[in-house]
């Protein structure tokens, strides 16, 4: 009983590192050697809290209220739209590398296409947080289009179909309507669309064993 306790708060950071080595070791098989498997995935997660600002505008909050022989002025604010590293800027950068270096333009494609209809449909704007989005959708439907269409290239499929596929139906195509929410920051590819990203990298990994 005296090593359960310990043993218990060990867990954890056993399947942490479990995970890593996995993850590290598959995506040698994406074209990355063990350096690079490490430095995508930590790049992913130290950048998913890194916003690049990309413009700025004034938003108009509320309108001007009439108040006897006056107007109170209208109440406005500036929102500022970015784009996230972790989350759009890298898998942006490799899924172009693998689309170049080892994935069929054609089975690419149609993975994209089907990941950004279902997640277009399954993305759901909310005040205040930005895009909710079921984190395991986007890889395991990129996984299945993979599998299916991607042959001996499923790896690089799943990992394109998935990361684009869903910045393209859960940001993109809801773009109108994030904008809409009155955050005064707007990440592409942040808030609930980093889950289904990063999670996307794993299962393209698992799948190339």
């Known amino acids: 009983m005296f090593f359960l306790g310990p043993f218990l708060l060990l867990l954890p950071l056993l399947f942490f590192m479990l995970m890593v080595n996995i993850f590290t070791f598959s995506l040698a098989k994406l074209g990355l050697s063990p350096v690079g498997a490490i430095f995508l995935l ?3 997660l130290i950048g998913s809290v890194i916003n690049i600002p990309l413009s700025r505008e004034r938003v108009l909050v509320k309108q001007p209220q009439p108040f006897f022989f006056f107007n109170h002025p209208p109440v406005v604010q500036e929102r500022v739209i970015c784009i996230n590293v972790g989350g ?3 898998p ?3 899924s172009l590398y693998l689309l170049f ?3 069929p333009l054609w089975p690419t494609s149609v993975g994209i296409t089907v990941v950004a209809l279902v997640t277009k449909i399954l993305a759901r704007p909310v005040p205040g947080v930005g895009i909710s989005l079921p984190a395991f959708i986007p890889p395991l439907v990129a996984a299945a289009v993979a599998i299916l ?3 001996p290239h499923a790896p690089p499929v799943g990992y394109i179909s ?3 596929g869903t910045l393209i139906g859960a940001d993109l195509l809801n773009w109108r309507a994030i904008r ?3 955050a005064q920051v ?3 590819g942040g808030a609930g669309v980093f889950d289904g990203i990063f999670l996307v990298s794993i299962v393209a990994a698992f799948l190339s064993w």
């Open 92 to 94: 942006l950068i490799f």
């Open 88 to 90: 759009a800027v890298i």
């Open 42 to 44: 930590w790049a992913s």
């Open 162 to 164: 998935g990361a684009l």
């Open 180 to 182: 809409s929410l009155g």
């Open 149 to 151: 269409i991607g042959g």
């Open 186 to 188: 707007v990440s592409i």
């Open 101 to 103: 270096a080892r994935a």
